[in-house]
């Protein structure tokens, strides 16, 4: 299969998304339907089936993690420097450079990444793609919250960012579909089929949603801090990923394919509502948004002519 016959189909809903929404065919209202049964029903869905009928003795892989989280973390460090000092004229707040360095290291692992693995390599590779991503937001909103309360001189409440992660859609529904597996329990058939008809709108109705929200953000006038951290989302990191990953860990060439690809899926939307959380640098988040998005069309490209040439 050619990279243009593995991205275009995605590009193809994202656009017509993105056009349904720019022209109006689907209200606002509409959209916010759309997504709550895909991130709370379909995807789950998905997710749950999806591990609890993985092979976790060749999902779980630690140098895979490490691949992944040890570039992730650096790459989000010097995000956080570089608004310290590159940017200090316009913040100076410790909770600013925590955002921004989410900005620069937080991939859309489940809208994006996940739908360009399975197109580029089936769903053999799925358990080992959860697996990463199952700790993929609570490491990075750990450190952004961590940092943002340390510099606002405020208590951070692990409790409830405990409660707030386990009760998210996506860990949720990984972890249980995780029990499940564990414990060898086999879905009666009749569930299963029904859990299967929910779950195979997901990755269709993902990248629908995404495009459609695209319609809403904006690039603002801080254009120039957001196109560096789309570069570095999409460029850097990935790259990092893959030196990090082929020269230091050597992995083989399927687990390589999975890490690099899931770093070079664009910003995720939930940085910028943590962003707005927290309160700081939200029209730079929305812009990186949208530029990460245009920028990883070209970096996915690349990452697969050398990843999976074939």
Not at 121 to 144: C, K, P
Not at 267 to 272: D, E, P, S
Not at 289 to 295: A, F, I
Request: with cysteine.
């Amino acid at each position: 299969m050619s990279v243009f016959s593995i991205v275009f189909p995605l590009i193809f809903i994202v656009l017509l998304g993105y056009g349904a929404a720019k022209t109006q065919f689907l209200e606002q209202i509409h959209i916010a339907g759309l997504s709550k049964f895909t991130f709370y029903i379909s995807v789950p869905a998905f997710l749950f089936l999806n591990m609890a009928q993985a092979d976790l003795a060749h999902s779980f892989n630690s140098a895979t993690l490490w691949a992944f989280y040890v570039p992730v973390i650096s790459i989000f460090l010097l995000g956080a420097v570089l608004d310290r000092y590159l940017f200090k004229k316009q913040h100076h707040r410790a909770s600013s450079h925590a955002v921004y360095a989410l900005g620069c290291s937080y991939s859309n692992t489940v809208l994006v990444g996940l739908p360009i693995i399975i197109a580029a390599m089936g769903n053999a590779m799925i358990g080992s793609v959860f697996m990463i991503i199952t700790f993929h937001s609570a490491l990075l909103f750990a450190l952004t919250f961590l940092l943002s309360a340390k510099g606002q001189e405020q208590a951070f409440s692990w409790r409830q960012f405990a409660k707030t992660m386990l009760l998210n859609p996506v860990v949720m529904s990984i972890t249980s579909g995780l029990i499940i597996n564990i414990l060898g329990i086999t879905l009666f058939n009749d569930l299963a089929i029904g859990i299967e008809l929910l779950a195979q709108p997901a990755i269709a109705s993902a990248l629908f949603v995404l495009g459609s929200n695209l319609a809403f953000y904006r690039i603002g006038e801080d254009w120039q801090q957001a196109l560096l951290a789309s570069v570095i989302k999409t460029v850097l990191l990935p790259a990092f990923v893959f030196a990090f990953g082929h020269f230091v860990i050597a992995l083989p060439q399927d687990q390589l394919a999975i890490v690099v690809l899931l770093s070079a899926a664009p910003l995720g939307v939930n940085a910028y509502l943590v962003a707005n959380q927290i309160g700081q640098h939200q029209a730079t988040l929305a812009s990186t948004v949208v530029l990460s998005t245009l920028l990883c069309v070209i970096s996915f490209s690349v990452w697969l002519s050398i990843l999976l040439p074939n």
